[in-house]
């Protein structure tokens, strides 16, 4: 695969719960993202992390948490979310090294789906 | 701002023709352009990049991309489809006025190749 898991793949959440999403990528980068994957939409960026610190958050509602406690791991903590936030949650990778020319690797996403 | 263009939703060939998955840019600069694919119920996956030099890129499964700044269009190409090239196509450039790595993503053309 491309060296970024994501766990759990399929997530199904009432709106009171809480629960986290979880991304760890093998292969030595040291920035991360959150992407949203709606039906019908673009891709929305949510979050960037550049070596363990926020450098990008898109708007993002703060029932979206994220935590990125080192390079390799990624988390999305979700509390008191929506039905319309039901969606396929990427994570990705790439090497950020100030050149700007580096791919991104993505994990194979979490369905979820809030009811 | 930096942005690409996907003007087609939906791209349909028969096994064995050539296909084109279009893509126009807007840019300040030199473009940075990248072409990714989801297959069904997986992440992106990176298939190819522009970023100097030839204009004619190749990529992964035999996929190729043609740049042309005069018309500033980066469109994806492939001599001979295969039904296992079903799948949703996305261009996308880098985003020079983030201080992230950032990409931007188009819409995506599904892409059906019918036997």
């Known amino acids: 695969e491309t060296g970024v898991t994501q766990t759990p793949r399929h997530l199904v959440m009432g709106m009171t719960n809480k629960k986290s999403l979880k991304c760890e990528q093998h292969?030595?980068?040291?920035?991360m993202y959150w992407y949203k994957q709606s039906a019908k939409k673009p891709l929305e960026l949510m979050f960037v992390?550049?070596?363990?610190?926020?450098?990008e958050n898109n708007s993002v509602p703060s029932r979206f948490s994220p935590e990125c406690p080192n390079s390799s791991h990624l988390f999305l903590h979700l509390h008191t979310l929506q039905p319309e936030d039901s969606a396929l949650y990427l994570c990705a990778s790439s090497q950020n090294s100030g050149s700007r020319d580096n791919e991104q690797f993505f994990g194979p996403g979490t369905r979820l789906t809030v009811l | 701002a930096q942005s690409v263009a996907q003007p087609e939703d939906q791209v349909n060939v028969a096994e064995g023709n050539p296909l084109t998955v279009k893509c126009t840019y807007s840019?300040?600069?030199?473009?940075?352009l990248f072409w990714y694919v989801q297959y069904p119920n997986r992440g992106l996956q990176f298939l190819l990049k522009?970023?100097?030099?030839?204009?004619l890129v190749k990529g992964s499964y035999g996929f190729e991309a043609e740049f042309n700044k005069s018309q500033t269009s980066f469109h994806l190409k492939k001599p001979s489809a295969l039904v296992s090239d079903s799948a949703l196509y996305f261009c996308?450039?880098?985003?020079?006025?983030?201080?992230?790595?950032?990409?931007?993503f188009g819409s995506g053309t599904r892409l059906s190749i019918r036997p």
């Open positions: 292969l030595g980068h040291n920035a």
């Open positions: 992390y550049s070596l363990e610190e926020r450098v």
């Open positions: 522009y970023i100097t030099g030839d204009n």
């Open positions: 996308a450039v880098r985003d020079f006025y983030s201080s992230a790595s950032k990409i931007i």
């Open positions: 840019v300040s600069g030199n473009p940075y």
